[in-house]
């Protein structure tokens, strides 16, 4: 059993950390969406594909790129219909891509107008109730005699994403008020993964029951990122390029940026790279909101003997007060003879000096000679 | 002295250094892995120039995000300029956007550790 943690955040993170497999991933993006928000996460999510399927997948990635399209189009679009912010402050809408073993899930929720949902619900048993060869039919009718109805325009990209996938569309329908409803929508590929045993239980974190709860945990939480997979420089450039993209607040997109900078890097540089050394650092991090401050957590693996070090590094910066922090950074920004491994880095004095409070941080002991590291930050946001 | 340009990648800044034009900048995002390789070239360059550089030297920094890595690559920058300025005049903008408080506040300290002549400047 794991000890007792007083950290929420860092409980939920070792248990995601926990609960995947060496090569899997789930990257999960909670919030407003616009353009160019949706052109980073697909960058993110496609990279992290490329990864892990290799050139003999080719057809499987471009696959998932177009339901990812499709699934993200359908977010902005539900979106833009209702063109209200308030309503989106209170119920963000969300993107969910999960590896699981061979499968990928892919799952968006938006809030839809109650009244829509009839409609919404019988063109996907519509769908749903096709074969491959009448689901093609039906979209060449679409096609030849115009949209289902005038009442949106989802009635071809739902199709396109059921033939894409090779599978049945699975949804749900949460009411949450008198205006509205949310709508999850989840595809899984490929279509050719045999489902007989065991394949229920290893994969459950991945079904629309397990993508629903880690809504409702990242809701409780106000987590706008979850990232659990590998840490590299190029996953850290394009979570650079998701935070940065949401333009609502520049001041503390900076701050962030730059304590997300400090944290995945000293993760890159000195995490323990586990058995696929060559994809990154397997770890996790999230992104939430509490009252007003942006909080960032961070867990990866290290070598059991590293723990001492890291904690006497983190004590040495967290006793400093902010103009002793200060000095001491002077002086190692001009300390350029002695071996970096003897003192405290500049990225724990900066992460120190950035955050607004000393840094948080725990280990879980994993089997191996391993534990998981975590470590947290909060930035004052301001708007 | 033969010029040295440097393309902006995602993660290392666009670098020109180019005497005969008088232009010298680093501008955009500072975040690679390894700040060491990246700046190599760059000092070398800076201790070359410093033997014989022209008279007047304006040396930009117009950064969006720098890693702690970079930051100590620069600060050897910077203190190279300080050596240019012994045969030449040197003077080195710092420029910060306005919201920025984190790039000021690097600015700033490097301006307090440098006699070279050191302005931060704000832009909207």
Not at chain 1, 211 to 223: A, D, G, I, P
Request: one cysteine or more; aromatic letters at 10%; hydrophobic letters at 35%.
């Amino acid at each position: 059993m794991a000890k007792e943690s007083t950290n929420n955040l860092f409980d939920a993170a070792y248990s995601l950390f926990k609960r995947i497999g060496t090569s899997d991933f789930e990257y999960v993006y909670r919030g407003y969406f616009n353009h160019n928000i949706t052109k980073k996460i697909l960058i993110l999510a496609d990279k992290n594909i490329a990864r892990v399927t290799g050139e003999t997948q080719a057809t499987l990635q471009k696959r998932i790129y177009y339901i990812m399209v499709e699934g993200l189009q359908n977010i902005t679009h539900h979106q833009d219909e209702i063109a209200n912010d308030r309503n989106f402050d209170k119920y963000p809408g969300i993107f969910a891509i999960q590896k699981s073993g061979d499968r990928y899930y892919i799952t968006t929720g938006n809030i839809v107008a109650n009244d829509k949902v009839g409609d919404l619900k019988s063109r996907l048993e519509v769908i749903n109730s096709l074969d491959k060869d009448e689901l093609k039919k039906y979209h060449r009718e679409i096609l030849a005699y115009g949209s289902i109805s005038d009442k949106g325009g989802a009635g071809l990209g739902l199709i396109e994403m059921s033939r894409k996938s090779g599978n049945k569309l699975v949804y749900r329908f949460e009411q949450l008020d008198d205006e509205f409803t949310y709508f999850y929508l989840q595809t899984m590929l490929p279509s050719d993964v045999a489902d007989e045993g065991n394949a229920g239980v290893v994969h459950s974190h991945c079904s629309m029951e397990g993508v629903m709860s880690l809504h409702k945990q990242m809701n409780k939480e106000n987590l706008q990122l979850l990232f659990n997979g590998f840490f590299n420089q190029e996953n850290l450039l394009s979570l650079l390029a998701i935070i940065k993209s949401r333009s609502n607040m520049p001041l503390t997109t900076i701050k962030i940026s730059n304590v997300m900078v400090e944290m995945l890097q000293n993760i890159i540089k000195h995490g323990a790279k586990g058995i696929n050394a060559s994809v990154g650092v397997p770890g996790v991090f999230f992104l939430g909101q509490t009252g007003n401050e942006t909080i960032l957590t961070s867990g990866n693996i290290i070598q059991d003997d590293a723990a001492e070090m890291i904690t006497k590094r983190l004590e040495f910066v967290n006793g400093m007060a902010k103009d002793e922090l200060s000095d001491y950074y002077d002086d190692i920004l001009l300390d350029f003879d002695s071996a970096d491994a003897k003192r405290t880095g500049l990225g724990f004095t900066d992460l120190r000096i950035k955050s607004d409070r000393p840094l948080k941080y725990e280990f879980q002991q994993l089997d191996g000679g391993f534990k998981f590291y975590l470590l947290q930050t909060a930035v004052k946001t301001t708007k | 002295m033969e010029k040295l340009i440097l393309e902006e990648t995602e993660d290392t800044p666009e670098i020109i250094l180019d005497p005969e034009e008088g232009k010298f900048k680093i501008s955009k995002i500072s975040v690679p892995e390894n700040a060491l390789d990246f700046y190599r070239p760059v000092l070398d360059w800076i201790k070359q120039y410093a033997e014989e550089p022209n008279i007047q030297t304006v040396f930009d920094f117009d950064l969006e995000y720098v890693n702690t890595a970079s930051s100590k690559q620069i600060i050897q920058i910077i203190l190279l300029l300080q050596k240019v300025s012994e045969k030449g005049d040197v003077r080195v903008n710092w420029y910060y956007e306005s919201i920025d408080e984190d790039m000021r506040a690097l600015g700033a300290r490097y301006k307090k550790l440098v006699t070279v002549p050191f302005d931060l400047v704000e832009i909207e």
